[in-house]
């Protein structure tokens, strides 16, 4: 294997076991420690809200991919479309804190639609960028696909470890 398809699919595997171990990591002590007041809070199964973190970084690793794929610099940017993801997943878990239950009820689906819809557009977006020196279309593709599984598999076996809630 060529070494820099393999720091990609490296890369892609390590920061996947890591981002969705720390999802579920912090789901674990949101739904222990988390805030809460009145009535609502993240405590219990309130801590949901921390796997609105999942799609964000399925959008960072899909553009860092997507960018790779054509010849850019990807790890910065991949990285910053995550942080516009996860930006958006803050957001919808603030609007109850923030503007209450009624506010909730239209925010949060809102902002969740804004982030499936931004997991998506990012990497489109970045696939239409021209210039730079197109990588393996198959390549790319194992890489997405490592991608999803390692961060799935992060994310699931801190939980089996450290269920939320527990």
Sequence with gaps: MHGRAASLLATGVVLGLVCGAAISLAAFYVA???PSAGNWSFR???AIAVYAAFPAVMAG???AIALHARGHAWLVRGIGAGVVGLLIALLGA?????LGV???RLGSPI???ALLAWMAASPIAALRLRGGTPTSAPL???AALLWFLATAAGLVGVAVVLPAGS
């Design 32 to 34: 222990r420690y988390g």
């Design 44 to 46: 219990g199964n309130g």
């Design 61 to 63: 690793g899909w553009t």
């Design 94 to 98: 603030g609007v109850l804190p923030v």
């Design 102 to 104: 009624a506010a909730d």
């Design 111 to 113: 902002a969740f639609i």
């Design 140 to 142: 790319n593709v194992v």
